[in-house]
Every structure is written in C-alpha cells, then in structure tokens.
C-alpha cells in the first residue's frame, strides 16, 4: 500500500519521524503478520549501507556505528515492536491483513478511521529509523532491536538473539506517557480454557443480543480505571434473564485480543415463541438497570435486542449452559491486588479478553499480570482448578517475568538529567502494571541498564488511539539530546 503522507504531517515533521510512521502505518503489521513490516525494515537498512540481521522469526536488528569523536562512547540500544493491536468498531470493513492504516490529524492528534491507530508501537520504528537516518546526530554506535509479536506474548523479545550486540544501555520506547520514565513492570502470561458443550436442538425463535459502546482499553494501563468488560457484563444479563424465565444460548462472542478490555460483546439466544414478551420486558427493565448504574463509568452503553426470526436451532444443552454461565460470571477479573510498596500502583489483575462459545466448546482466554511472580503463580492455578472443576481443559502460553527495579542506573540518572537541562522540571519516575520486553532483555543482556519512555498517546488497543504530534516532536528532541549525551 502506498500512502500519500497528511499534509498537516509533512508541514509538522521533524527530522522524518511523521514520514517514517506513514510508510510503516501504510503497511499492514497486525500479530502474527509480519513479514512486511520486517522486509520494509530490512529495506532501509540496506538503502542506508547499514548492517542489519533479520532472523528466522523476522526480527530485525540494525546497527549504525558511532559518528567521529563517540567511538568510545557506550553503545546503546534502542528498541521497540512491530506489530500493533487490530481493533476495530463493529461498523469498519477494514481488512487488517492486507490494509495499512490510513492516519487521519484532528488538531494536535494523529488517529485512525474507526481502527486502532498502531502508534503503539510504529512510532518506536520510527524514531529509531529517524535516528539511523539523520546523518547529522552525533553520536556512538547504536544498536536498533525490532521485535515481532509483542502483543500477543512477546515471542520476538523471547527468540531474539543479542549475543554479537555491544550495548549495555537500551531506551525501550513503548510507553505512552510524555514525562514519565518506566522503570519497572509486571510479569504476566495468558491463560485459555476451554470447557465442553453439548447441544440439544428445537424450534423456536432466535433472538440476537448486543452489549456495545463500552469504553474497553489495555487491559495492564486501564485496568484500575473501573472500565466494564462487555463479556463479564453479557454473562451477568444471562444470570438475570434467567432470573425470568427460561431459554438457551445458541452462541455468544466477546472481545478480541486478550490484552484489551472488551468493548463489545454479542450472544443469539434460542427463545420459545410464547416467551418473548416476557423476555422483551426483562430484557429492557435490566438495561435501565445498567444504564444507572454505570452512567459514570460507562455513559456511552448500548444494549439492544432483535428477533432473527423462526426456526430449528441447535443450542446449549442446559447442563452445559449451565458450566458455561457459572465459570463466565465467576471467574475473577479487573484488580485484584494493590501495591503495598507502591501507592497507586495495580500490583496483580486478570481481564478476560478474548470469549466463544463455539459449536462444541466454550473458550475462555485471559491475560494475567503481576509484579509479585508468586501471586500471578495463585492466579493461574485459580482458573485451572476452576476449568478442571467444570470438567474443561487449561493451559498457558506467552508467559514472561516482571522487570525488576533497578536501584543503581547510570542511565536513569543521565535521563533525568538531560530532562532537566530541557524542561526546567525532574520527569517522573513510575512501575508499571502493562508488560514489557524490557523483562527479557534484562536477562538476556548480562548487567544492562534499562528505561522505557515514548511521547504522549491515549487509549491504545482502541479505536479511539491517539497520538499527540507535539509531544511525539518534544520527545524525539529529548532522545536526541539523551542520545548526544552519552559522549
């Protein structure tokens, strides 16, 4: 896809960061699809002269030596991921696997139309592409790491090889907060069950039912910010529904991808035809309910019904309705502990991000995250010992440790320092409850001294992201002076 670069942007740039994440939001990266955004990084590398690996997973690691008078500079690694989250609302025909991301400017914010953005984390590619690019930075040897599948369980950062890499200080820049270095963050996996059902099947009426307009989020930064999971609040309006009156469950879905809180959620429901008045009744009496209850919290929330008509329907079989309704409503999720060391800070949480009910299962897939290891450990044996008590099955992928605080950081410190000298003001310093590769550099690089920064974005792994073009310019400007810094 060739995409023609926002004229806002091309009056706006600064040293080719805006023109560099045009052509990287131009080609489609979502998981698991990154073999172009890997051969458009190995493009540049050899365009520019530069030496370059791409490893057999399409990592891609390219390295520029130090300008005249940094020779014996330290080295220092910058580092970020390829692929982007692909949510969309329920109205967007976007085709994530073979359409880029066309960027949009509203004032001073870059977004998308009706999709998520992927500045979480092209901008990180194109700020190291802007600092491999500039042949007027001074600077050491820079070694630039991209990664692929950092989203769904940071197989990248896992498979990398940094063995041959010089750097012993690496800018991680996939944070999202403009002033704020990240020091520290949780440890995590993703957890899946999946539980049998079996059917019965009758003839009746199937009626469709939406929960949508929830404000959803990442499931690590927005966890604390009370936002409803629109599968654990379909599951609470079957409980009550069934308060009612009796019917089955056809088949639901809800949620996307495992680290985003899910904003919308979607069930058919088999219903006797001499029901559905009552169900209609229940049905609205219990979205006024919710409407009060979260006016603040959720004011946007839309719930409706429709009658798709009559017919013979397979559903579930009201023991397995049963098991399926009884793991999805109690099963925990959102915080479920607070840092006693750290105020503010969500030391363990669970979201349940991805939910099917298929033809013969239901699937259940979560994102745990903590920065104790020992509680993450409760946390998975929690819902394994739920799915094996409910006759299902459990298992874990993606699993990472926590980066721990480093205490003595000559990098920190020249961070802090540079920030400073530019802004008049000390940045601040916080852990953070999202994971990061951060964790497995700091075990595969022996002794390495480690911070993350970025400019300022809002509401990643939605289709409301944002990307704030000033902040994006400070913050390239400060990554210079830091980079200028280290003679």
Known sequence: MVQKMNKTLIEKDYKNVFRFFTEISAVPRGSRN????????????????LEYVQDE???????????????NAPAIIVQGHMDMVCEKTNDCTHDFLTEGIELFVDEDYIHADRTTLGADNGIALAYALALL??????????????????????????????????????????????????????????????????????????????????QGGHSGAEIHKNRTNATKLMGRLLFELKEFLDFGLIDMMGGQKDNAIPRDSNANIFLYPNDLDNFTNAFNDLFKKYKQELVTSEPNLEM????????????????????????????????????????????????????????????????????????KQFLNNKLEYMASFLGGEYYIRGQY??????????????????????????PKLEAIHAGLECSFFAEKIPGVDIVSMGPHMSDIHTPKERLSISSTIRVYKYLEKVIEGLK
């Open 34 to 49: 990154n073999t172009a955004i890997s051969n458009y990084l190995v493009n540049f590398a050899k365009e520019r002269g």
């Open 57 to 71: 997973l399409e990592n891609v690691v390219v390295i520029k030596e130090a300008s005249k008078g940094y020779e």
């Open 133 to 214: 690019d500039d042949e007027t930075l001074q600077h050491p040897r820079i070694e630039a790491i991209f990664t692929i599948d950092e989203e769904t369980g940071m197989d990248g950062a896992i498979g990398v090889d940094v063995s041959n890499l010089k750097g012993k200080y690496l800018l991680n820049l996939d944070s999202e907060e403009e002033g704020t270095l990240w020091t520290s963050s949780a440890g995590g996996l993703t957890g899946t069950c999946e539980l049998p059902v079996q059917r019965v099947k009758d003839r009746g009426l199937k009626i469709n039912v939406a929960i949508s307009e929830l």
């Open 304 to 375: 409706a019904m429709n009658n798709m008509g009559e017919g013979e329907f397979e559903f579930l079989h009201p023991t397995s309705f049963e098991k399926m309704l009884f793991m999805l409503i109690n099963t925990p999720n959102g915080v479920q502990t607070m840092s006693s060391d750290i105020p503010g800070l969500v030391e363990s949480s669970l979201n349940l991000g991805v939910f099917r009910v298929e033809q013969e299962k239901a699937v259940y897939c979560f994102s745990v995250r903590s920065s104790v290891n020992s509680y």
């Open 401 to 426: 440790p926590a980066w721990e605080y480093k205490k003595e950081s000559k990098l920190r410190e020249h961070l802090i320092n540079v920030y400073k000298a530019e802004f008049g003001a000390n």
